[in-house]
């Protein structure tokens, strides 16, 4: 048996995009409640960048929904698409002195990020997912259709 066919066998892959979709996540989630649950303070802090209330409300609305999104499975790939669109707004807006070594390294992690949520965007949440299982209830029909072939599993060449 190949690495390939015993990764299938496993469902490697579905297990690693539920460990990437919760560590994605996990930050968005987290600063999500932290800014809702400390929300006077977080609004100060904000309105000194020139962030208003109305903003603030909107980018804990995000995190929190987006960041369920992706975790859970739920509209992720638009939820992913959000947050990385969010991160490059942010890398772009908040963390521009670069003479900054933390800010630096907080415009890279915003990159970073993003690109993670746009890969994710690509790929779908996988099978261990909420929508795997809404649409299987919604059709009738088993949970377990067959796996979805993607470029990186078993092909080697490059559509042109």
């Known amino acids: 048996m190949t690495p390939i066919e015993l990764a299938e066998k496993l469902h490697a892959r579905d297990v690693v995009l539920l460990a990437g979709r919760l560590l994605l996540s996990l930050i968005f989630v987290h600063e999500g409640l932290q800014l809702a649950t400390h929300f006077e303070g977080a609004q100060k802090a904000m309105a000194a960048l020139g962030v208003g209330t109305p903003l603030l409300i909107a980018t804990i609305a ?16 638009l939820g992913a698409i959000g947050l990385g669109l969010f991160c490059l707004m942010t890398a772009s807006h908040f963390h521009t002195n670069f003479a900054s070594q933390n800010e630096l390294l907080h415009f890279e992690k915003d990159l970073a990020i993003a690109g993670g949520m746009f890969i994710l965007a690509l790929s779908g949440a996988g099978r261990l997912s909420v929508d795997r299982v809404l649409t299987g209830f919604a059709k ?14 078993g092909e080697t060449s490059l559509l042109v």
Do not use: C, F, N, W
């Open 140 to 153: 009738g029909t088993k949970i377990d259709p067959p796996i979805e072939r993607h470029l990186s599993v």
């Open 62 to 77: 995000l995190q929190l929904g987006a960041g369920l999104s992706v975790a859970l499975g739920i509209l992720a790939r």
